[in-house]
């Protein structure tokens, strides 16, 4: 059978039943359920929200956590040939509003009271919503409950389930996905079941799942890299087990996943967890660290390079293994395989990290209007090279245009922007080519590298473009720089705001004898203000006159969504850095008129 539709991908799990197919682990328990189970509820639910008189092409908005329900939920709205609208937990009641009325949403289901209140706060001003669904806790008068709904099995209903899941088609809008809004208003971006069935295809042929292992769904399911990785999943009839992204760290051990989905700045936390434990060593085990991982990059330097191991590095390989890196991969459940990670650039000192540990990285660059995938990199594509993001998927046409913006066609190029023609034609060129935003080349071997974001580039008043992120990417080696952001466009020279890591920073003021929670003394302290020097010091030291930072200021703390310098998705706003901290910017200029 021809998959044509997500519905369609869904039907293989199907055929390998498991008792434990889906698991929702938490901090403090553990819910399972089977195939059957799965199906029964998603069954259930799409014959109740056709009762509630939701049909082909109404929306639906989803505000819930990553956990089964949550594909249930996507399953049964599918099936109808309705649209999925899902929204980030992390989104102001404003936010909230915004997209119910510009989707025009007629059913909303959030997961608990919390989420339900922003929507019972906005609930006069979206006209065109129905029904209110809640999954957990008390709810609020009128609001109906998920869980009854999934109680609802009648005669016929998988039947009738099947049947109207067969009556969609493939081009059928499947949901639409408001972007961050990095910078300025969010914009619905619609994809069809053709859109990212294609995607899932092709991104299937090159990442290395195979179906009896299980995946970890952790990421917010709004993102797209976890979205597909869901299906490619249920494509493969492969089990997996689903918590906060919060939670990772604490339950790995016990999730004990073969594969997961990642943004870089999770697995940049791992990586300065494990050197900070080695940091804290004593000399002869942080000796023994450092002589492993160097082994375990020197293998997995040869390999990418088709050079031979050799008898001799591969002895010592092994005992590096034994002693040092197996260890490693045991905090990370003992089972992980590899990691398949998108959203942003993976820092090269992260990919070259896991390789050494023997859990390669699986990088892919695209955006949620590619369905996400446009390339891929890693061990499942034949090939892969370091510091790329991978040669294109087979169905895209990948271009580089005269200013450098990467330009790509293909099936999973999105349709359009929901209700902005205007928007969705400024996105295209006159061949049907969607300008990406990225600035990149592709090398003589189709690898493809990204190096900045088109918007982000800075020209200096001297005239200089200076790329920010690969100098934003070097300042957070350090384990002191959670995140940077690089400040010059139309001035003098460049200067940088860097957000601490307040963990590290907490770290270094125990041990120097401060209170370790007391993060403003230990931020003023100029022994840990050297420390900034130093680092900012050691990047200036291998860039261009032009591009060095002539002044920083650190912050008195890190970014956070809530406080509004992160997209949910953990990208920075630089816009609303730059602006929140204007005072302190124009004071680093301030000396420095010419």
């Known amino acids: 059978m021809t998959d044509r539709t997500l519905v369609d991908l869904y039907r293989h799990e199907l055929e390998r039943p498991r008792d434990d197919h889906y698991v929702h682990q938490l901090p403090d328990r553990r819910r399972t359920f089977s195939t059957r189970d799965f199906l029964d509820r998603t069954v259930a639910l799409a014959d109740a929200l056709a009762g509630l008189g939701v049909a082909a092409g109404d929306r639906v908005l989803v505000a819930c956590d990553t956990r ?19 929204i980030y937990g992390t989104l102001t009641p404003e936010q909230v509003a915004f997209q119910a009325v510009d989707s025009g949403s007629v059913v909303a289901i959030a997961e608990d009271p919390e989420q339900m209140a922003k929507l ?8 065109a919503l129905r029904h209110l669904v809640q999954l957990d806790g008390e709810r609020a008068g009128g609001v109906l409950e998920l869980g009854e709904l999934m109680g609802r099995r009648s005669e016929g209903a998988e039947q009738r389930f099947w049947e109207r899941a067969a009556a969609v088609d493939e081009d059928a809008l499947a949901t639409i996905v408001y972007t961050s809004g990095t910078t300025g208003e969010p914009k619905g971006v619609m994809l069809s079941h053709r859109n990212i069935v294609t995607n899932v295809r092709e991104g299937l042929e090159r990442i290395s799942v195979a179906p009896d292992e299980r995946g970890l769904e952790c990421l917010p399911l709004c993102h797209m890299i976890e979205r597909v990785a869901g299906f490619m999943y249920m494509r493969l009839g492969a089990s997996r087990t689903y918590c906060s992204v919060f939670h990772v760290g604490a339950l790995i051990n016990q999730i004990r996943p073969a594969v997961f989905a990642a943004v870089p700045r999770l697995l940049e936390k791992v990586h300065a967890a494990v050197m900070a434990k080695a940091a804290a060593a004593p000399p002869l085990r942080r000796a023994l660290f450092d002589w492993a991982l160097a082994t375990g990059g020197e293998v997995a330097r040869r390999r990418l390079a088709g050079e031979p191991v050799g008898a001799g590095l591969a002895l010592r390989h092994r005992l590096a293994d034994r002693l040092v890196l197996a260890k490693v991969r045991g905090a990370l459940g003992g089972g992980l395989r590899a990691v398949f990670c998108g959203g942003a650039a993976v820092p090269l000192f992260v990919h070259q990290f896991f390789q050494a540990i023997g859990v390669p990285v699986q990088e892919a ?18 090939s892969m090279k370091l510091g790329s993001v991978g040669r294109p998927l087979p169905s895209y046409e990948l271009v580089v245009a005269d200013d450098g913006e990467l330009l790509a066609r293909g099936p999973s190029v999105f349709g359009g922007y929901w209700s902005r023609p205007e928007r969705t034609a400024e996105a295209f060129d ?19 590298f990204i190096t900045d974001r088109k918007k982000d580039l800075i020209v200096t008043a001297g005239g200089k473009n200076v790329a920010p992120q690969p100098v934003e990417t070097l300042l957070k080696r350090s384990e002191l720089v959670e995140n940077a952001v690089l400040i010059g466009d139309g001035r003098p020279f460049v200067v940088a705001l860097l957000a601490p890591d307040l963990e590290a920073v907490a770290r270094w ?30 990047v200036n030291a291998g860039l261009a006159r032009y591009e060095q930072i002539r002044a920083f200021r650190v912050l008195p703390r890190a970014f956070t969504v809530d406080g509004g310098e992160l997209t949910p998705t953990m990208k920075v706003r630089r816009r609303v850095v730059a602006e929140a901290y204007a005072e302190l910017v124009d004071e680093m200029y301030a000396p420095h008129p010419s």
């Open 68 to 86: 089964p329900e949550w594909h249930m939920v996507d399953i049964a709205v599918l099936s109808l040939g309705a649209v999925n609208v899902p």
């Open 120 to 127: 019972l706060e906005v609930g006069d001003r979206c006209p």
């Open 365 to 382: 660059w695209g955006l949620t209007e590619t369905s996400p995938i446009i390339t891929l990199n890693g061990p499942g594509c034949g």
């Open 430 to 448: 006159d061949e049907g080519f969607f300008h990406t935003g990225d600035i990149g080349t592709i090398d003589e071997d189709g690898f493809v």
């Open 509 to 538: 003021a125990t041990g120097h004898g401060l209170d370790a929670a007391d993060h403003a003394a230990a931020l003023a302290h100029p022994e840990l203000a050297a420390r900034f020097g130093e680092v900012v010091d050691g």
